[in-house]
């Protein structure tokens, strides 16, 4: 696939990134459902933990609250007692919704980006988003796509989409998504947004960015057939009206779909109670209520959803584990993605502890360093619950 310049310009900053059909062998490896990492446990062969339709087992949380009555549920993660307790067009390309007008002074002012601490943060809408926008969190991001890929058996979304005109990524973050979705549906117009321009100059033809805010009025003039999210987690202060902004944009027969985790980390056992990573989990939601974006929402979206108007709602329900602890080949690949991606999330959390939870810089380091031993030690069972939202608009 051509690879075209955008319309942003020269990048002050640049995405280390995994870009479709030109991905290194181990992105190419997780976009195609085959494993990069080598067989850790062949013998140990588990059922896929999410299944549709089957008996919800019960996922408890620190409130009281469960996920027995989810629709659609997860097979436990079981931990591994083999391993070991420790460680084509224009040359600049234009978006549907470009203004010319409003480029020059919206790149001065975008790409002047915010220093905390030794971290970049956007400059639009500042204080928005809580966590680094810079080349570290970029990867981190990554390793993001990677991890999904493999939960997802190399598939970009659930959604059975077929070969939709236009399609809406919020959030875009590096833009990898898009990106990919461009390659992989080439009659489609795939536009991205995001609060920091942080995606590549070059892109297939058919992929744009836009610096928005989704908790704004969304201004686009065409309707998508398919609208997409993926870590939301820490973005909104109200989830439900941009999930209703989002059903108001769909064109008729459109699809929604969510992926997102919840914080604290969970656990089926006790070895994560009473460690520092159960703390720093608990902190960074604090520090998110603190900040007026709950960590937990996720869990919501299928009420939300249903009382806006989607119709037939259905989650799917997953366990991704914070390093190779369970049995099973697949997830033990997963845990190990997922673990390069809270290792790379932890140094991120610094400027969003010391900011709404007054935490100093040395606390926040002996924190961290306690938080690292018990993520590398696989004694400790800890999991992210994640759910996908695959929700079509009659």
């Given at each position: 696939m051509d690879r075209w310049p955008s319309d942003s310009g020269s990048r002050a900053f640049h995405t280390t990134f995994f870009r479709p059909n030109e991905m290194d062998s181990t992105a190419e490896a997780a976009a195609n459902g085959t494993s990069p990492i080598p067989d850790l446990d062949a013998s140990a062969d588990v059922p896929p933990y999410a299944t549709e339709h089957e008996p919800a087992s019960t996922l408890p949380f620190a409130d009281g609250s469960s996920t027995s009555n989810s629709s659609i549920?997860?097979?436990a993660l079981e931990a591994d007692s083999a391993g070991p307790a420790s460680s084509d067009g224009d040359s600049k390309a234009q978006s549907p919704n470009y203004a010319a007008s409003s480029v020059?002074?919206?790149?001065?002012?975008?790409?002047?980006?915010?220093?905390?601490?030794g971290r970049t943060?956007?400059?639009?809408?500042?204080g928005k988003y809580p966590l680094p926008n810079d080349n570290r969190e970029q990867e981190r991001l990554d390793f993001q796509h990677c991890f999904m890929l493999i939960l997802l058996d190399g598939k970009l979304q659930l959604s059975p989409v077929g070969e939709p005109q236009n399609v809406l990524d919020i959030g875009t973050g590096t833009g990898i998504w898009a990106i990919e979705f461009a390659d992989r549906h080439p009659t489609a117009n795939v536009i991205g947004t995001d609060l920091s321009p942080i995606q590549p100059d070059f892109v297939p033809k058919n992929c744009f960015f836009e610096i928005d805010d989704a908790e704004d009025d969304w201004i686009f003039s065409e309707r998508f057939d398919f609208i997409h999210m993926r870590g939301m987690m820490t973005c909104f202060t109200d989830p439900k009206s941009v999930m209703q902004k989002a059903f108001?944009?769909?064109?008729?027969?459109?699809?929604?779909?969510?992926?997102?985790?919840i914080f604290p980390l969970q656990c089926h056992d006790d070895t994560l109670a009473g460690t520092a990573l159960d703390q720093w989990g608990k902190a960074?939601?604090?520090a998110g209520e603190v900040m007026g974006r709950a960590w937990t929402n996720a869990r919501y979206y299928k009420r939300w959803m249903e009382e806006i108007g989607f119709e037939e709602v259905k989650e799917k329900i997953f366990e991704v584990p914070t390093s190779?602890?369970?049995?099973?080949?697949k997830v033990k690949e997963l845990g190990l993605w997922f673990h390069e991606n809270l290792m790379?999330?932890?140094?991120?959390?610094?400027?969003?502890?010391?900011?709404?939870?007054?935490?100093?810089?040395d606390e926040v380091e002996l924190l961290l360093m306690e938080v690292r031993k018990n993520l590398k030690n696989k004694g400790v069972h800890a999991y992210m619950p994640l759910w996908v939202y695959p929700i079509h608009c009659s």
């Open positions: 549920s997860n097979q020059p002074s919206l790149r001065s002012h975008v790409f002047n980006f915010v220093v905390e601490q943060f956007h400059r639009y809408r500042e108001d944009q769909l064109a008729p027969g459109g699809y929604l779909e969510m992926q997102d985790g960074c939601v604090e190779s602890w369970p049995r099973g080949k790379d999330s932890l140094g991120a959390s610094k400027v969003l502890l010391n900011k709404a939870l007054a935490y100093q810089p």
